[in-house]
């Protein structure tokens, strides 16, 4: 079979050409499944198993009954009339009880309600972020990149023209940026450039994120460093912990290899850190390096890469002080991760490898729409229960069971998420992705708009893609007191995780320090349709 055939029903986004090993070409234009077609019960029941945790059943057979014994004690009712009143044949039982019982009973409960305290969840602040943004000198436009990779001599014809092609419909536009040792003549592709590109953004990042926020590097407590693609030693949290000389007791910790959904991992980690650990500050940094992973080969599943990512990085300070709680923008409220890695299709549909000329590069196969959606499906069917208001949850889970149980032939209700976020902060990681979950998830253009535009401004800058998105949205004046914002990305392995933040407060736009969007956030919206 020399062409492989997608039903003509199916929604045409994204077109990617590739060899296989008998170097047939085969093309496949396809869009992201019906996610909420076939939802599993197994990944509702763990939504809402995360809703119904040891403090929540605390809470309601303690802290209620607790609450109405204070009310009376208080207000000096008689517990005895009143239960006499309302069950008059069984308030003999009040009578009988004696002074010994009714002293175990009140040690129970004050032996509850300490156990409550303990167990409970510590709220985590976000107290400010900041983004990197490159010199001038780095930027980088359409034209230029695809004279830079003609210049190179390393791309055959063919593949010069599938850069070409790619590079006018995927949403980036003139002003990306790219490290120096990409656009050097001829290319410098070695370690000490790579260190150079890494120093350059988190340190970056980090400088205008204690300068925003007063902070001493020395009072922070947790640091937490993602990059999935550069892992040197000494590591990259060793490098910021030598450069701002942090304290020997630090919890340092460096994630690789996990792909643009990193971010997300850094802040529940961070988070559960926090929880362990009271009175103290955390800064996740996230970020990708592309110098040594910039691909110079002809293997069309890797060329995408060079056509999507570009430089970039954040610094985000999380606290679990409660005097914290002022001055912060948001509280963490959910996050909810999804790993498909048991999946054989899932795990290597982002896969890092070499191809036949023994050149590196990050392949991305044709099945990834269909394991982003599948991925995606089991993530939002988790995460609904948690933030649903009860009434869209209520038509969900009966069309659900008419369906999976009474074999009812009806059409799934699909829950508006608009009615649980006011913000929605989607991983900026291509345009067929982003058309597709508009679709899906029935979202506006004012809802994508951070999304497009980020793409369109910054490229795909991988896990900090999500926090660009966010200041994208505080300088459009946005972010008011208890709007909701859903941060949801995608990476290897292949994961799907979500975040859910709440303003705490109206999100200023005086304040740029740290805001990459400073000197351009006049000129946005743009119609990319017009610029592609």
Known sequence: MDRVEIDKKERLTAEMDFKDS?????K??????????????????????????????????????????????????????VVFKLFTNHAFLLSSIDAATQLAVSLGLVFLFALYLSKRSRPVYLVDFACYKPEEERKIS?????????????????????????????????????PRGITSRPPRLCIDEARAEAEAVMFGALDSLFQKTGVNPKDIDILIVNCSLFNPTPSLSAMIVNHYKLRTDIKSINLGGMGCSAGLISIELAKNLLQANPNSLAVVVSTENITLNWYFGNDKSMLLCNCLFRMG??????????RDRSRSKYELVHVVRTHKGADEKSYNCVYQREDDKGTIGVSLARELMAVAGDALKTNI?????????????????????????????????????????????????GRAVLDE???NLHLSEWHMEPSRMTLHRFGNTSSSSLWYELAYTEAKGRVKGGDRVWQIAFGSGFKCNSAVWRALRKIPVGDWRGNPWVDSIEKYPVNISSVV
Not at 50 to 61: A, D, E, I, K, P
Not at 142 to 165: A, C, H, I, W
Not at 403 to 418: E, L, M, N, Q, T
């Open 437 to 439: 979950l508009q679709k």
């Open 381 to 429: 069917t988790t995460l609904g229960p948690l933030v649903l208001p009860w009434t869209e949850q209520l038509m969900f889970f009966v069309t659900l069971v008419r369906k999976k149980i009474f074999k009812a032939k009806v059409k799934p209700y699909i829950p508006d998420f608009k009615l649980a976020f006011e913000h929605f902060c989607i991983h900026a990681g």
């Open 28 to 81: 496949i234009r396809q869009g992201l499944p019906d996610f909420l077609q076939n939802v599993k019960l197994k990944y509702v029941r763990l939504g809402y198993g995360y809703s119904c945790n040891f403090t929540t059943v605390l809470l309601l057979v303690l802290i209620v009954p607790l609450s109405i014994s204070t009310v009376v004690q208080l207000t000096g009712l008689k517990l005895d009339r």
């Open 22 to 26: 008998s170097s047939v070409v085969i």
């Open 142 to 178: 359409v034209e230029s990149f695809l004279k830079m990779s003609e210049e190179s001599g390393s791309f055959q014809e063919d593949t010069l023209q599938f850069q070409r092609r790619i590079s006018s419909r995927a949403s980036v536009g003139d002003e990306t940026y790219l």
């Open 313 to 322: 990085g954040a610094a985000v300070l999380l606290s679990n002080k409660n």
